[in-house]
């Protein structure tokens, strides 16, 4: 079992930046690929960026690229998510989920899933 907890989140306005963290513990994640998924209000949770194993691949929705930023520190048991330029669309609950590939954009693809950090973007 991995445990997964987000913390970072908050209340940014148009144009700002924020950083967001995601501590396992557990289980190393080394084994795993990782994911940052999003859900606003009313939509679906969609996979926002995703990393491979060893960080060495990574992926991005269209809305997001360019913009920000998945990384990941093995060691340290540690996956981060850097948002710049956020809009108020990126207004969601971001969610941090493992899962053993990185091809996997369903939610249905990850094993593990932590509760999830509010991102609120005013305008």
């Known amino acids: 079992q991995v445990q997964l907890v987000e913390s970072g989140g908050g209340l940014v306005e148009a144009g700002g930046s924020l950083s967001l963290s995601c501590a396992a513990s557990g289980r190393s994640i080394s084994s795993y690929a990782m994911a940052w998924f999003r859900q606003a209000p009313g939509k679906e949770r969609e996979a926002a960026a995703r990393i491979n194993r060893n960080g060495g691949i990574t992926a991005y929705i269209d809305s997001v690229k360019g913009r920000f930023t998945i990384s990941r520190d093995n060691a340290k048991n540690t996956v981060f998510l850097k948002m710049n330029s956020l809009k108020p669309e990126d207004t969601a609950v971001y969610y941090c989920?493992?899962?053993?590939?990185?091809?996997?954009?369903?939610?249905?693809?990850?094993?593990?899933w932590g509760q999830g950090t509010q991102v609120t973007v005013s305008s």
């Open positions: 989920a493992a899962g053993p590939s990185v091809t996997g954009t369903l939610e249905r693809s990850y094993d593990f």
